[in-house]
T-cell receptor
Framework: EAGVAQSPRYKIIEKRQSVAFWCNPISGHATLYWYQQILGQGPKLLIQFQNNGVVDDSQLPKDRFSAERLKGVDSTLKIQPAKLEDSAVYLC????????????FGPGTRLTVL | QQQVKQSPQSLIVQKGGISIINCAYENTAFDYFPWYQQFPGKGPALLIAIRPDVSEKKEGRFTISFNKSAKQFSLHIMDSQPGDSATYFCAASWGAQKLVFGQGTRLTINP
C-alpha cells in the first residue's frame, strides 16, 4: 500500500512570499491532517479534514494560512505571506474513519523562510 | 490542559540497555496514548499505543506502562539497539483523532 505523499520535500522562500504544499493521502482514508513541526518540537495540529469538510482548524493562523481538500482526496496548504517563524516541517497525515484509527504520516515538507 | 509533557529531552543508552521515556498529561478526557518514532527526514511512525483500560502493553522489545491515577505513561525499550536511535514522541488524543504531541526525546544508543 502506498504511503502518504507530499511535495515538495524542501522549499526556501523569502519572507512575505507565498508558498503551497501538496498532500496525497493513503487511498480510502477519509481523514486528513496537516501538522506543523518546528525544529526540536513535537508536531502541532493545524487543521483536520473529514472527507472535504473541516473538523478542526482552531490552531490554524487564518490570517496567513489556508487549506483545502477538494473532492475529499488531495489537499493543499498555503501560506501567504510567509513569516520567519513559519520555518518548520509541514507534515501531512491520514487515517481511516473509525475508533482506534492510526494516523499515517508523510515525509513532510521542510520550509525555510529567509 | 491540552499539553503532554515529555522527559527527558535527550537520552544516551548503551547497547543492550533499557531506554525509558516518560510522559505526563492533564486532560482526563484523553483516551488514546500512542508513541511515535521519527528518523531524520522522515515523518513520525506509530510504534505502540495504549488505552487507559490497561496498565501495560508489550510489543516485542517495546512496552508502554500506564498509570491512570498519576496521569503518566512511559515507554520502555528493552535490549536497546543502535537502530533504535531516533526521536520518540508520546502523544494523547480523545476519540483517536486529534493528537497532542509531547516535545520529543532524542535517543542515542551507543554501540
Amino acid at each position: 500500500e502506498a504511503g502518504v505523499a507530499q511535495s515538495p520535500r524542501y522549499k526556501i522562500i523569502e519572507k512575505r512570499q507565498s508558498v503551497a504544499f501538496w498532500c496525497n493521502p493513503i487511498s480510502g482514508h477519509a481523514t486528513l491532517y496537516w501538522y506543523q513541526q518546528i525544529l526540536g518540537q513535537g508536531p502541532k495540529l493545524l487543521i483536520q479534514f473529514q472527507n472535504n469538510g473541516v473538523v478542526d482548524d482552531s490552531q490554524l493562523p487564518k490570517d496567513r494560512f489556508s487549506a483545502e481538500r477538494l473532492k475529499g482526496v488531495d489537499s493543499t496548504l498555503k501560506i501567504q505571506p510567509a513569516k520567519l517563524e513559519d520555518s518548520a516541517v509541514y507534515l501531512c497525515a491520514s487515517s481511516s474513519t473509525g475508533p482506534g484509527n492510526e494516523q499515517f504520516f508523510g515525509p513532510g515538507t521542510r520550509l525555510t523562510v529567509l | 490542559q491540552q499539553q503532554v509533557k515529555q522527559s527527558p529531552q535527550s537520552l544516551i543508552v548503551q547497547k543492550g540497555g533499557i531506554s525509558i521515556i516518560n510522559c505526563a498529561y492533564e486532560n482526563t478526557a484523553f483516551d488514546y496514548f500512542p508513541w511515535y518514532q521519527q528518523f531524520p527526514g522522515k515523518g513520525p511512525a506509530l510504534l505502540i499505543a495504549i488505552r487507559p483500560d490497561v496498565s501495560e502493553k508489550k510489543e516485542g522489545r517495546f512496552t508502554i506502562s500506564f498509570n491512570k491515577s498519576a496521569k503518566q505513561f512511559s515507554l520502555h525499550i528493552m535490549d536497546s539497539q543502535p537502530g533504535d536511535s531516533a526521536t520518540y514522541f508520546c502523544a494523547a488524543s480523545w476519540g483517536a483523532q486529534k493528537l497532542v504531541f509531547g516535545q520529543g526525546t532524542r535517543l542515542t544508543i551507543n554501540p
